[in-house]
């Protein structure tokens, strides 16, 4: 079994490749809830969702968020009786969220991701980091700002100050999965958003130092793939690098998968990680992801061997 730490984009991307050379019922996916809040009356839980979709080949891969070819009726309906809502949700997403909040207030998060990823014919195990209601707030220079209020309404341009978030439970089975997976991978997400909220919770950092770790940089050169990770590698006097990357994971990690353009950081990264993987981390097509999910799978099947 492997087990796949998960925000919402980056990590996504590579599951489409993972999901096409290892049989999805060896995967269990770990998803960030940090960001999960309430619009509209229904529970949004956007990186399970992501996932969600992405397993079940629904993913909208424009925005990478939402389902592919939805309808917005409610939306814009909702916008003409004035009604206006941060989060742009399609239909067919709505029904899903729609569904979640139903299902949660009988069941619970876990359970729901369960009865969802069923429905939608997932094999993978899919976990949410916690079910807590989780809170996080971005301390920039125009305010404290609540973090969709940063990414959507203000669309990531203020700077980061400082980021807070709320101290949660883990969820079931998630120590357990780590401990007796194969490998574990940390997909390229948010380091600080999206991976650090689930390094944080209690036993999971432990866990980790008795697992094989490896993790793929959202960094490439000075700067994230997509998303506002700069910003708050920054704000916590992270290097905005591969080498910031694999200093934030350096107490478990044992291979840190860089982008060729980042190859002059190798003997940096040396320093920090035993092993250091180079290849091509921009999932801009299939072939691509499935070349680097390829890389990752031979990695773990060598220290498996004992050949690492």
């Known amino acids: 079994m492997i087990t796949v730490l998960s925000g919402g984009t980056g990590t996504p991307k590579l599951l489409q490749g993972l999901k096409e050379i290892v049989n999805p019922k060896d995967l269990t996916i770990i998803v960030n809830t940090l960001e999960n809040d309430y619009f509209s009356g229904v529970y949004v839980s956007a990186d399970i969702d ?51 909040t139903q299902l949660m207030e009988e069941y619970g998060l876990l359970k729901a991701c369960e009865i969802q990823a069923k429905n939608m014919g997932i094999e993978s195990r899919i976990i949410p980091m916690s079910q807590d209601q989780t809170d996080i707030k971005i301390i920039t220079d125009i305010g404290e700002l609540e973090f969709h209020d940063f ?3 203000y669309q990531s341009m203020p700077e980061v100050l400082d980021i807070e978030f709320s101290k949660v439970k883990p969820c079931e089975g998630i120590i357990d999965s780590i401990r007796n997976s194969e490998a574990v991978i940390i997909g390229p997400s948010n380091p600080i958003t999206s991976i650090l909220p689930i390094l944080s919770l209690d036993g999971v950092w432990d866990a980790l130092k008795d697992t094989y770790v490896v993790a793929v940089s959202p960094i490439v050169g000075s700067g994230a793939v997509s ?4 910003k708050f590698m920054k704000a916590l006097d992270i290097e905005v690098s591969s080498v910031g990357v694999a200093s934030l994971y350096q107490d478990f990690l044992d291979n840190i998968i860089i982008d060729n353009e980042d190859e002059n950081l190798k003997s940096k990264l040396n320093q920090i990680v035993n092993k250091v993987t180079i290849t091509n981390t921009i999932m801009s097509n299939l072939g691509v992801k499935k070349n680097l999910a390829q890389i990752i799978i031979d990695s773990i099947s060598l220290k498996k061997r004992g050949d690492y």
């Open 50 to 100: 992501t996932v969600l979709y992405t397993m079940a080949d629904m993913i909208n891969e424009d925005v990478w968020y939402g389902v592919k070819d939805d309808t917005f009726i409610t939306h814009e309906r909702l916008e003409e009786l004035g009604c206006g809502e941060l989060l742009r949700i399609g239909d067919i997403d709505r029904a899903t969220k729609i569904q979640k």
């Open 151 to 153: 990414l959507i309404k």
């Open 227 to 230: 998303g506002p990770a700069n």
